[in-house]
């Protein structure tokens, strides 16, 4: 069973930058397609950014295009969002997930995920 952790949260300004991790504690991330998704106050989960397993392919909401990158480390079994140019509506808890049927692609769609972290909050304030 994979179990994800992330990291990396906190409070930044806007304009300003983080980098949240993606990490397996048990089996690995590097045979599926991970997603980032955010929930924010009051709002319902959203798909941020996924990457299929070889890394090729790549999606973004449109909220975080050009802002945010998904990438992966295999070596280290690590999936990484950085996100720039933060802004107010950036601030959500930030989940990943993985996807264990989807091979060659990704979707942003919760209901295809499979395993889930616990998330990590994201503050985005001055």
């Known amino acids: 069973q994979l179990q994800l952790a992330e990291s990396g949260g906190g409070l930044v300004q806007p304009g300003g930058s983080l980098r949240l991790s993606c990490a397996a504690s048990?089996?690995?991330?590097?045979?599926?397609?991970i997603g980032w998704f955010r929930q924010a106050p009051g709002k319902e989960r959203e798909g941020v950014a996924c990457m299929e397993q070889s890394g090729g392919t790549t999606r973004y909401a449109d909220s975080v295009k050009g802002r945010f990158t998904i990438s992966r480390d295999y070596a280290k079994n690590t999936v990484y969002l950085q996100m720039n140019n933060l802004e107010p509506e950036d601030t959500a808890v930030y989940y990943c997930a993985a996807d264990l049927r989807m091979f060659g692609d990704c979707v942003l769609f919760q209901n295809n995920m499979d395993y889930w972290g616990k998330g990590t909050l994201v503050t985005v304030s001055s």
């Open positions: 048990r089996g690995t991330l590097n045979r599926y397609a």
